[in-house]
């Protein structure tokens, strides 16, 4: 159980557009997801948490308005990357919490790639 | 503020050897710590731990938490190969809201 999947796992995509990315949590329902990103040979940095139904949470340098956060369900989140720039490519992982006991699971990441 | 802090940042070893990974934490209504094995994609979960004193274990790895000096271990024995990753270390609250990641060991297991 607790399986959370990530669509699409590579996408790439030219500079100016946008790309929306899923998260899903397959098997549970997910009161709060999180979507990080991480960098080359880096620890994974949060970029917001979003609960069902209300906004999204962003941590501090995270623009809101270029890294847009759905939370649509308790099973879906979105992340839409707006207005993408080559230094938007990344790996973006979700992860997916329950109120009960309070563990991540996270998807498989997607590798986005500006060009 | 909140952080959690993983050492050695970097370790090599070679296969056979048993590795003792060391996360400390200062964390605010802390409620889990869980540990997390990343190799080329997204962290698989290891452990989760809430309570000092009780170790965990799947095959060779073990971990433990001490609450009252905010720190845990996880320990790989007879390493091999297959245990080369970033071992990333993250703190809970207690309202599952929260995570902190630590920046992770980086262990390379040579043949």
């Known amino acids: 159980g607790a399986v959370v999947s990530q669509h699409p796992s590579r996408v790439i995509c030219k500079s100016g557009t946008s790309v929306k990315i899923e998260c899903r949590s397959l098997?549970?329902?997910?009161?709060?997801m999180f979507w990080y990103r991480q960098f080359p040979k880096q620890s994974l940095m949060l970029m917001a948490t979003?609960?069902?139904?209300?906004?999204?949470?962003?941590e501090q340098g995270v623009e809101k308005d270029k890294f847009l956060i759905n939370h649509a369900s308790l099973t879906l989140s979105t992340l839409t990357v707006t207005s993408a720039h080559p230094e938007d490519s990344s790996f973006y992982i979700c992860s997916a919490s329950r109120t009960s006991p309070y563990e991540q699971y996270f998807g498989p990441g997607t590798r986005l790639t500006v060009t | 503020e909140d952080k959690v802090v993983q050492s050695p940042l970097s370790l090599v070893v070679h296969e056979g050897d048993t590795v003792t990974l060391n996360c400390s934490y200062e964390?605010?209504?802390?409620?889990?710590l869980l540990w997390y094995k990343q190799e080329k994609k997204a962290p698989t979960f290891l452990f989760m731990l809430?309570?000092?004193?009780i170790e965990k274990k799947s095959g060779r790895l073990s971990s433990i938490l001490d609450k009252k000096e905010l720190f845990s271990i996880l320990n790989i024995t007879a390493t091999q190969t297959g245990d080369s990753a970033i071992y990333l270390c993250?703190?809970?609250?207690?309202?599952?809201?929260?995570?902190?990641f630590g920046p992770g060991t980086r262990l390379s297991v040579l043949p």
């Open positions: 964390v605010t209504n802390f409620r889990s």
């Open positions: 993250a703190v809970g609250d207690n309202y599952g809201q929260n995570f902190v």
């Open positions: 098997d549970f329902q997910a009161t709060t």
């Open positions: 809430t309570s000092s004193g």
């Open positions: 979003s609960n069902e139904g209300s906004k999204a949470t962003y």
